[in-house]
């Protein structure tokens, strides 16, 4: 039996209809659950901020969540600690020391005349005793959030090297009963919006790559027809809307043009289309299918799935001469490529031993690690920093999100009360 997101895009038939805009009542949330973990995680302490407790939300918490969820931190606990630091001058090394904490984050939250808040942070490094940042902002209540989640990126970036992704966002579809959604939240699964909604199906959300815009498909007219909607204003326009199928559309790098898969001249084939619309050209023949296209970072070739071959595989174009190679060629089935952003690999879908798997392949070596264990993942999104993966799974019988770190060592399950929840794509660096 054919994996059945093959059998979507072979097929061309995308159920998706009316999109409306949801009451705000209507949101969902997310939770996140870490499942498993890289077995070297830093401790590090996170003082609750001095002043916190006089408002709704505290930083501290939402930072210290951050940092556990991306399984690159343990939480020493640090709240009973007397007098509580909040600089880095009044923390006391020896103390953090002695708790096993390799780093320590202290603060205070203090409220302004304006109504404002100022909130202060310090990351102190506990073993090399020096502090590695002291940073302040001016902020209303309704940013702690946002300011929490710029905070813990600054705190991952300082630690680890890597960029934070604390501040993104996700997209994803939800299915309760026959009403779908198409949904945006932080990165934690908090804060959910809903953009779309639909008595059918809604599939293959995709951020522009600057986050203002979001392209669909959507089947209004009884068939397939690919939109992109401001995420600003609401606005929305049809940009491909031609006989046939119009589906999976892929942003370009500078956000100026889509990859898009029409069936307009016959069979499902690749075409490139200005983002704001007009006509599309075809990028190459095939007497086969030819969708699921995925730009390389430079923007000069595009990664996609095709059965030319007589199995479905991933090969690579190159725009400018039209160039076709084959890239996958172990196994009958890999679909679904991601381009990973330093342009060195890429994260696709593959089928072993009848389950569908999460997994990587490097361009030089031409080494694929399988990061999920399956049964059946599919959909994957690759965060703005590499270092993780949201894709869809199962468990318990309904469709879930999930996200593994590049390397596999991490995992989390991520899911919604009484849904289905598939068809992720992570936002752009904020």
Known sequence: MKHRGFLRWASGIILISTALMMPLGARAQLTIEIIGGAGAALPISIVPFVGEANFPLGISGVVGGDLTRSGRFRQIDGANIVPRPSTAEEVNISI???RGADAVVVGSMQPLADGKVEVRFALVDAVKQQTLTNMVYT???AQFRATAHRIADVIYEK???ELGIFSTRIAYITQQGKQYQLQIADADG???QTIVTSKDSLISPRFSPDGSRIAYVSFENRKPVVYVQSLL????????????SNSAPAWSPDGTQLAVTLSRDGGSQLFLIAATGGQPRRLMSSPGIDTEAAFMPDGESLLFSSDRGGSPQIYRLWIADGRVERVTVEGSYNVSPQPLPDGKGFVFVRRDSGRMQIATMDFQTRQVLALTPGPMDESPAIAPNGRYVLYAGQSGGRSVLAAVSIDGAIRQRIGALAQQVREPSWGPLQ
């Open 233 to 244: 204003d609401g606005k929305r326009q049809a940009i491909a809307n031609f006989r046939g």
């Open 190 to 192: 908090d804060n959910p």
């Open 96 to 98: 953090f020391r002695a």
């Open 139 to 141: 902020v209303t209540q």
């Open 159 to 161: 630690l680890t090297g």
